[in-house]
């Protein structure tokens, strides 16, 4: 990060002695690192050195949303404590909320081609099923479609969605989508079945909405009031968090798998190195890890 001293201009507002100037993006080093200490505090993401850019294009909104002009002043603001809800929409605007339906399709294989039968072999009650970071609630959605298509024979089944943003959980709770959104990952069948068409907007029906429920959850929080899972989707989340960050919620996750029970990562996160307890296997071109 290159840092630079700029001399207050006779006109416009004074500039702060020390900023950093990265592709012409201002703010000052204090402030960059005080953004980087709140967002780790409030969600255990982790932002690196050179993210000027990502700052400037997610925070200027919330900054002129308040009527301010600067990222300087979002900091000074943020430091008073004056604005209710300021902190919570820099931490909305921060987090990457990515995601789309049947993402990847190979974990949904595992899913269909491996966990099913295997958790169904062994004639469960109930099965309990967790999309941990469900963003705007396709992997949850894509999870429900799938068990549909896949007739479990009576075996009742609760999914549940948790993320950190209440506001994109309104989304998934929702469950509307644009145009865009369907097209990405969606057979074509599937929107057809499961869908129906509501303006310019997708809206999937209510049966298959009563089978997911959201609720907020912060990762980092205790899971012991969440219950019992045997197949939780941790997905493209962990790549956000420090190594002890990571290690903690992986151990968390084991402590509420069932016996047996499946852990699902993204495609770029695995257990490796940082825990030894689940057992690696491959399906297809993905790898599930197992609780023994
Ligand atoms: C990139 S999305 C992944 C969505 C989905 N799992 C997928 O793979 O498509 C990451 C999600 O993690 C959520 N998130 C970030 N930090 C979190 C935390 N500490 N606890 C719970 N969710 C968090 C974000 O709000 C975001 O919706």
Redesign the pocket.
């Known amino acids: 990060m290159s840092v630079t001293s700029v001399k207050s201009s006779a006109v416009g507002p004074p500039v702060p002695q020390s900023v950093s100037a990265v592709k012409n993006i201002a703010i000052s080093s204090e402030n960059y690192k005080y953004l980087q200490q709140e967002i780790y505090r409030e969600?255990?993401?982790v932002l690196d050195e050179d993210k000027h850019y990502l700052l400037e294009s997610r925070l200027m909104p919330v900054a002129r949303a308040a009527q301010m002009s600067s990222l300087d002043e979002l900091c000074t603001r943020l430091r008073a404590k004056t604005s209710p809800g300021l902190a919570r929409s820099v931490i909305e605007a921060l987090?990457?909320?990515?995601?789309?339906f049947f993402?990847d399709m190979a974990p949904f294989e595992a899913l269909r081609l491996h966990m099913l039968p295997e958790l169904l072999a062994k004639k469960p009650q109930k099965l309990a099923i967790w999309?941990?970071?469900?963003?705007s609630g396709?992997?949850a959605y894509s999870i429900a479609m799938l068990i549909k298509e896949y007739g479990i024979g009576g075996c009742p089944v609760d999914i549940l969605g948790?993320?950190?943003?209440e506001q994109?959980l309104e989304r998934a709770r929702e469950a509307k989508y644009v145009q865009f959104e369907v097209n990405r990952g969606l057979p074509a069948a599937y929107l057809v079945k499961y869908f129906k068409r509501e303006g310019l907007d997708w809206q999937l029906k209510a049966d298959l909405r009563a089978m997911v429920k959201f609720k907020r959850?912060?990762?980092?929080q205790s899971m012991l009031g969440l219950g019992k899972f045997d197949i939780v989707?941790c997905?493209?989340?962990l790549i956000?968090f420090d190594v002890d960050t990571k290690v903690k919620i992986l151990t968390q996750i084991l402590s509420v798998l069932n016996p047996g029970g499946f852990l699902l990562l993204?495609g770029a996160e695995t257990t490796l190195n940082l825990h030894d307890k689940f057992e690696r296997i491959a399906v297809g071109s993905t790898v599930v890890y197992r609780k023994g």
């Open positions: 969600s255990g993401i987090t990457t909320n990515e995601t789309l993402r999309s941990a970071a469900a963003s396709q992997e948790t993320d950190l943003s994109i959850f912060d990762l980092r989707f997905r493209n989340v956000y993204g």
